[in-house]
């Protein structure tokens, strides 16, 4: 059953009176099976372009524009996606309106949007197939199985998709790790980039680096911020050596706006940290500026 923008697609095809056939062939990628949505037909019946329309979903715009370029490289067909924008711009120059097709299309009989019924109210909800149903639907798969029929394709190629050749077989080797964080064992396969054997591990190893990266940037802060005091000092050898116990706020305050503006620090406690390694109080950071000026400390 063709979807809402599938349905605006063709309806915009048969207003312009374009040859088209819906689903008409299946090509094999080499990865995959993929049977586009149109194919345009010219005057004499041949395909000249085969059109996919997708909704706004990025990954599937994305899937599907790989898929038509293998295509076109491939078998040499012209190919173009159109998505929900496109239609839109499509839609402007139609003397109907994009939103009123995707409506018609919703309370169309072909349609079953909304008219499905879905749980308990579907009319086989907890029935079970009886034993000779089961036998027919065994019976009709293994006839499958045994053709090469399209219906058997898409069965391998859902086995493919899942990670399995074959019922009961592994496609992929599987081997096991050790967490990098717990160290205990886990199974994955091969090609896999896991190292933890667990969402929590993984998560406690990130906090782990985070808190590394944090506390080497705080070092460096810190060694900078000593530093820049120094020079403050030194620039300002007059003002820090007249200063008076009294006024310690008065004299600090330039410096604390500067690496402020500078560092992004403001708290005191964090700034006598970075010089002293613990919080010592402005008059120790006024006393250590004078020693600085007095002393050329570096």
Request: net charge positive; proline share 1%; aromatic share 10%.
């Amino acid at each position: 059953m063709r979807s809402s923008y599938e349905y605006a697609y063709a309806k915009y095809l048969d207003y312009h009176s374009i040859q088209w056939g819906y689903e008409d062939q299946v090509f094999d990628l080499g990865y995959r099976l993929y049977k586009p949505d149109f194919f345009i037909y010219d005057n004499n019946g041949n395909v000249c372009r085969i059109v996919e329309v997708k909704s706004r979903n990025k990954k599937e715009i994305e899937k599907a524009l790989n898929d038509l370029t293998e295509i076109h490289r491939k078998y040499g067909i012209e190919c173009e996606l159109v998505s929900y924008e496109k239609l839109r711009v499509i839609y402007e120059h139609l003397p109907f309106t994009l939103t009123g097709t995707i409506e018609e299309w919703i309370n169309s009989n072909e349609t079953t949007i909304s008219k499905v019924a879905f749980g308990s109210l579907n009319g086989h909800y907890s029935m079970k197939h009886r034993e000779d149903t089961k036998k027919k639907i065994g019976e009709h798969t293994k006839k499958l199985w045994e053709t090469d029929s399209y219906a058997k394709q898409r069965m391998l190629e859902g086995l493919r998709k899942s990670g399995l050749s074959q019922k009961g077989k592994i496609k992929i080797p599987r081997e096991k790790r050790v967490c990098k964080n717990c160290g205990d064992c886990f199974t994955v396969i091969k090609t896999s980039s896991r190292k933890f054997c667990s969402q929590s591990c993984a998560g406690k190893n990130a906090i782990k680096k985070a808190t590394e990266v944090y506390v080497s940037k705080r070092e460096i802060l810190h060694v900078e911020i000593r530093d820049y005091t120094i020079q403050w000092s030194k620039l300002n050898k007059e003002i820090v050596l007249n200063a008076k116990w009294n006024k310690v706020s008065t004299v600090i305050a330039p410096l604390l706006n500067e690496i402020h503006d500078l560092f992004g620090v403001k708290d005191l406690r964090v700034i006598s940290k970075a010089v002293f390694g613990k919080d010592l109080g402005r008059k120790e950071l006024l006393k250590f500026m004078k020693s600085v000026c007095n002393e050329n400390v570096c």
